[in-house]
T-cell receptor, first 113, second 112 residues
């Protein structure tokens, strides 16, 4: 079974803190993604990576950065957390050429107070 | 600019009947379309996909239809079961790193 594991299910952080969300996949997928889900807005892509040390901005990258030092691990960094970054964060991974589907982690519910 | 749209935020269907969820898209470069199911406080689960060169794909109770001329796809669930109650997301893939673009979701409630 494909496994995408996010380091925390629930997080509460203070405004201005630097926040790290970690994601690990065990399927040797080339691609990894960070999305956020908000009511009425669906899943919006923050950043993605198609190879180690490669990254590209998604649709809403402002206030975020990412790191991919190893193929199996993709980290999302909130440089200075703000209340409008309170959301459900979802990590996903996929192959480039084999099957089209991406596999998701269980999600991290982040609350910034 | 929303490239994938799900115009119905919610749908209620009786158990045993057909559920039809709809999705529209604008980008002709999408090469695959996918449906995901999501329960609260969990990650989305992949259901079924269809290549842009096909018009139908079936997997058990789930069938996806693609109408390229109308830029429209639909997911049919027959028969609907109470366990199908969830939020369903339509997604479309473009070539760059197999990036998925999602719609806003449709909440399906299957009633007894």
């Amino acid at each position: 079974d494909v496994k995408v594991t996010q380091s925390s299910r629930y997080l509460v952080k203070r405004t201005g803190e630097k926040v790290f969300l970690e994601c690990v996949q065990d399927m040797d997928h080339e691609n990894m993604f960070w999305y956020r889900q908000d009511p009425g807005l669906g899943l919006r892509l923050i950043y993605f990576s198609y190879d180690v040390k490669m990254k590209e901005k998604g649709d809403i990258p402002e206030g975020y950065s990412v790191s991919r030092e190893k193929k199996e691990r993709f980290s999302l960094i909130l440089e200075s957390a703000s209340t409008n970054q309170t959301s459900m964060y979802l990590c996903a991974s996929s192959f480039t050429w084999r099957s089209p589907e991406a596999f998701f982690g269980q999600g991290t519910r982040l609350t910034v107070v | 600019d929303q490239q994938v749209k799900q115009n119905s935020p919610s749908l209620s269907v009786q158990e045993g009947r057909i559920s039809i969820l709809n999705c529209d898209y604008t980008n002709s470069m999408f090469d695959y379309f996918l449906w995901y199911k999501k329960y609260p406080a969990e990650g989305p689960t992949f259901l079924i996909s269809i290549s842009s060169i096909k018009d139908k794909n079936e997997d058990g109770r789930f069938t996806v239809f693609l109408n390229k001329s109308a830029k429209h796809l639909s997911l049919h669930i027959v028969p609907s079961q109470p366990g199908d109650s969830a939020v369903y997301f339509c997604a479309a893939r473009t070539g760059t790193a197999s990036k998925l673009t999602f719609g806003t979701g449709t909440r399906l409630q299957v009633t007894l």
